[in-house]
Structures are given as structure tokens and as C-alpha cells.
T-cell receptor
Framework: SQQGEEDPQALSIQEGENATMNCSYK?????LQWYRQNSGRGLVHLIL?????REKHSGRLRVTLDTSKKSSSLLITASRAADTASYFC???????????FGTGTSLTVIP | GAGVSQSPRYKVAKRGQDVALRCDPI?????LFWYQQALGQGPEFLTY????????KSGLPSDRFFAERPEGSVSTLKIQRTQQEDSAVYLC??????????????FGEGSWLTVV
């Protein structure tokens, strides 16, 4: 069974708006990562946040992590049509050998 | 190579046929993972290798699934007597040496398997 769960399942916004998607997970983690997947393609790593970090930035991406609530959020600012994709969070099991993915948020950015 | 390479990209198999999917990880990456992704779902863990050792195969759905990495580089995922429920994208990923935890895992484009 999958560890993470993203919400919303689908999100549609206008170009230039911000997009926020959330991820909840079940057990203690070492790290949480966010990935993007364009239709028919593999997953592309976006950002990793460690369990002792609360916030991390990378370009237009901002990730937060709340280990007490077992949740994370991904914010994409000033969205572009090219940001249209599915976004997944992935957490590693305490042993670090497995990475568990959620079911993803499908983001559509309308030009 | 520059990235994780998987082949074939697309495979149509008749039910009952055996298939073999190949993964060429990033050169020097010790850890290798296989994931299965059904349509509209997130990737599900299948198995994990560290060099040639298969350290975790808890995600393999049945004994029809078998993975190997005999020389600690290229890996093959074999599915015997394919069933329709095996239709999915099979993703391979590799990560930097030493511990996988905390390191980025890099994915290939996947092998799309359709069982008819």
C-alpha cells in the first residue's frame, strides 16, 4: 500500500496563479521528495526535504514539511503552462530502502 | 550513461507470454529500484538492489515476477505467464552510492507493458 496521499487529486488554474498541493503520510520518515511526471514520461525529481527541515525553496518551488502532522505541501508560484503534469510526493521508509509514492495531484495550467 | 535507460519502451504481450524488461542505471549508482505504476496511480515499490544483492523484494506481487542484477549494473525484471493485471508502466530508478535515504533517486522513462 502507498504511504503518501496527495490532495487535491486534480487542480486546474490559470497561468500566473499559484498552485498548492498537499501530501500526507502515515509513518515516520527520513526524507520527503516531490516528483513531477509529464504524461507518458518518467518521474523527474523536483526537491528533497529532510525530516529536520521545515521549509525549502528551489526556484518557483516552495516545499514545507510538518512532521507533527505528517504532511507536506508543494507550492508552485507564477505557474506556467509547462507546469502541467502530475505531481507526486515520495517518502522513504525508516530503513531507507523503499520510497513510497502517493497517488498524485494532476495539475493543469491553462494558458 | 547520462540517465537511467529502460527497454523496451513499449511491449505488447499475449496473456501467458513471458516478458523481460531491462534497466541500465546511471553509471556508478549502487542502488537500483523497480516500481510498477498502474494507469492513474502512483508508482508502487517492487524490489530494491544494492549492487548485485537484492535486499528487498517485498513488493513483487507474485512468484511470476523475478528481478536480477547479476553484475551489479544492468537489471532485468522478468514476468512469467503474464496476466492482464500485469499491464502497467514498469519504472526503474537508481541512486547515488552509499545510503539511498536522503539521496535523490533518478527514474527512467519506463517500460509500458500491455497484456492482451
Amino acid at each position: 500500500s502507498q504511504q503518501g496521499e496527495e490532495d487535491p487529486q486534480a487542480l486546474s488554474i490559470q497561468e500566473g496563479e499559484n498552485a498548492t498541493m498537499n501530501c500526507s503520510y502515515k509513518t515516520s520518515i527520513n526524507n520527503l521528495q516531490w516528483y513531477r511526471q509529464n504524461s507518458g514520461r518518467g518521474l523527474v525529481h523536483l526537491i528533497l526535504i529532510r525530516s529536520n527541515e521545515r521549509e525549502k525553496h528551489s526556484g518557483r518551488l516552495r516545499v514545507t514539511l510538518d512532521t507533527s502532522k505528517k504532511s507536506s505541501s508543494l507550492l508552485i508560484t507564477a505557474s506556467r503552462a509547462a507546469d502541467t503534469a502530475s505531481y507526486f510526493c515520495a517518502t522513504d521508509a525508516y530503513t531507507g530502502n523503499q520510497f513510497y509514492f502517493g497517488t498524485g495531484t494532476s495539475l493543469t495550467v491553462i494558458p | 550513461g547520462a540517465g537511467v535507460s529502460q527497454s523496451p519502451r513499449y511491449k505488447v504481450a499475449k496473456r501467458g507470454q513471458d516478458v523481460a524488461l531491462r534497466c541500465d542505471p546511471i553509471s556508478g549508482h549502487v542502488s537500483l529500484f523497480w516500481y510498477q505504476q498502474a494507469l492513474g496511480q502512483g508508482p508502487e515499490f517492487l524490489t530494491y538492489f544494492q549492487n548485485e544483492a537484492q535486499l528487498d523484494k517485498s513488493g513483487l506481487p507474485s512468484d511470476r515476477f523475478f528481478a536480477e542484477r547479476p553484475e551489479g549494473s544492468v537489471s532485468t525484471l522478468k514476468i512469467q505467464r503474464t496476466q492482464q493485471e500485469d499491464s502497467a508502466v514498469y519504472l526503474c530508478a537508481s541512486s547515488t552510492p552509499q545510503e539511498s535515504s536522503g539521496n535523490t533517486i533518478y527514474f527512467g522513462e519506463g517500460s509500458w507493458l500491455t497484456v492482451v
